[in-house]
């Protein structure tokens, strides 16, 4: 181990240094120039935007983090840091004593932890270069692995070393784990009729494709003639593993060119999830195994679980998938029109549009059924544009009604934001409708701004320039508090129905209202309660002057004709009062 170490200590230690301070950024530099072995080779970064490109596109041995360098939360900060730098090792650095800050940092994933009190050029430089022979051995050890795989098999314990591993991390972050087990159907057919070389060479190919279709974290070996595993980590449910799943299906299913000459190869995979399968490599291997043999007894690519409960949850969610993208195109969603009360003036000041799926089987699906599935798989993002362009087009038709001025408020989901050119896309489609800008509001949740929240904030400024508001949806439910929103061009939060619907229930549910309404109007923002069911709490809400109401009391989520007939029997009953 000694030789090895000695043979890659040698030429730069490339370390990114993420500071908001730049003299920050020289105190560091000054501190690890003293060590002239590591020639380290500092890159600043100082924003969190160019921060996600760097880490994706430049190669670095160690990253250096301030912890006050974070995007609203240290925690998902540094899961974030670890997940999308390959696991390089991140040496945190921030004032606090390293009893209070070292335990918990290191939990979170950072490889370790220096206090800035009496940080001298000797212990910094002897914590990096640590790291640094850390990161050079376990990178050794995944070069051989790589050399193996490409060269044919993975070495068995190899692989039950790397799967124990995945599982320790699993059980340390109380996560779950999913182990594919793929097996090519016929193989021997292959190498009988292409031979031994060729038919390695459709295997080479084969496991390029699967690498490709996975994510970074995802390890994909071989682990014989005709079988791969991949060991996927991170899986939060059964809908990560089925995205996972559709893209392996998809990767074999794709024609293979070999000398020319195109080939289709078709496989079972069996899959088994930590902790549902078992807890030991052995265990998780057997059962993947035997899932994989049950999937021999269907035809084509085939997939089996084998955890009973999980195959029915994900061939239904794959199902859902497939028949979501059909319904997209076949006309088969619906906005459904909920109204908005004012409750000074008891009139409709808006409405919040909600999807709705007349699935042709199934009959009507509610959005939570389906919006988690068109987050996963990215169809959010078409079936949002087009709910914002059904919202402009219904504006427009509601003012030639007679009932102008009424605000249309659309839901705004987090996966959205990845879709860079959101802002562009959102101009063109109100551009297109011409509508009054003024009159549009997003729905959005804190969480859909935590990903990477300067982002988010961008997005928000360049839409609140061409007039567009925000409001806050399910407020109370989340991390934040509202004065963090303060430099958010937030103009309204929607307090949680099920702060609501515990009033009357419960005293934490009215101090919490009555908190939010206050601040929020210190704040000049307005507050609209969801969910009001009863002339109890509705009575609550007006005594706290929430500014509006939405709920069954008033209206439940109607299709568009309804609405307009809702609007006039209010109107016409307003005149009649009058
Ligand atoms: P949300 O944004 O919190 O929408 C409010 C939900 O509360 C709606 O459920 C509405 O029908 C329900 N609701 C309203 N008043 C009452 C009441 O008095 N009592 C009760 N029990 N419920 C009430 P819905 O329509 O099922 O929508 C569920 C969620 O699906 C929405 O929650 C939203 O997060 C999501 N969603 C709906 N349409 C879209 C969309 O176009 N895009 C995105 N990204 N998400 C959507
Ligand atoms: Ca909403
Ligand atoms: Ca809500």
Known sequence: MTLA????????????????????????????????????????????????????????DVILWDCVFHGGSEDAFLQYLSASSNEKPVLALSAEPVAERAPGLLSNGAADYLSRQGL???????????????????????????KEVASGFINRDLFFDRLQQAL????????????????????????????????????????????LSLRRMDSLMRIGGDEFAIIVEKVEDSLDITQIIRKVVNAIGEPLSIDGQNVVVSASLGVATYPEAGESPENLMRRANRAMFEAKRDPG?????????????????LRLEADL?????????????????????????GVECLLRWNHPERGLVGPDE??????????????????????CKRLQE???LGHPGLVFAVNLSFRQFHDRKMTETIFRIIFNANVDTSLLELELTESAMMHDPEYAQRCLRELNQLGISFALDDFGTGFSSLSNLQHLPISLVKIDKSFVQELGHSADAEHIIRAIISLAHSLQISVVAEGVETEGQLEFLRQQHCDEIQGYYYAR????????????NRSRSACLQQ
């Open 557 to 568: 989520p109607m299709p568009w004709s309804d609405l307009v007939q809702f609007l006039d």
């Open 168 to 211: 320790l991390r699993a059980e340390r972050a109380s996560q779950r784990l999913a182990l594919l087990h793929i097996n090519l159907d016929d193989f021997r057919s292959f190498n009988e009729s292409f031979g031994y070389q060729k038919s390695d060479q459709i295997m080479l190919k084969l496991a390029e494709r699967l690498r």
């Open 325 to 349: 993208r059909n319904a997209l195109r076949g006309n088969e969603l619906e906005v459904y029109y909920q109204p908005r009360i004012d409750l000074a003036s008891e009139e409709v000041r």
């Open 301 to 317: 690519t085939s997939y089996r679980f084998y955890d009973r409960q999980l195959h029915i949850t994900a061939g239904y969610q």
């Open 120 to 146: 001298d050029g000797w212990g910094l430089c002897r914590a990096v270069r640590c790291l640094w022979y850390r990161q050079q051995l376990s990178e050794y050890a995944h070069g051989q692995l790589g």
């Open 5 to 60: 170490v000695k043979s890659f200590n040698s030429g730069h230690v490339r370390l990114l240094v993420l500071t908001p301070e730049y003299s920050d950024y020289l105190w560091l530099g000054a501190l690890l120039a003293g060590d002239s072995e590591m020639e380290p080779d500092l890159t600043w970064c100082p924003d969190l935007i160019d921060c996600d490109d760097l880490i994706r596109n430049t190669h670095f």
């Open 370 to 391: 389906f919006i988690p599935v068109a987050e996963r798989s990215g169809l959010i993002v078409p079936i949002g544009y087009w709910v914002i362009e059904q919202a």
């Open 398 to 400: 509601s003012s030639e």
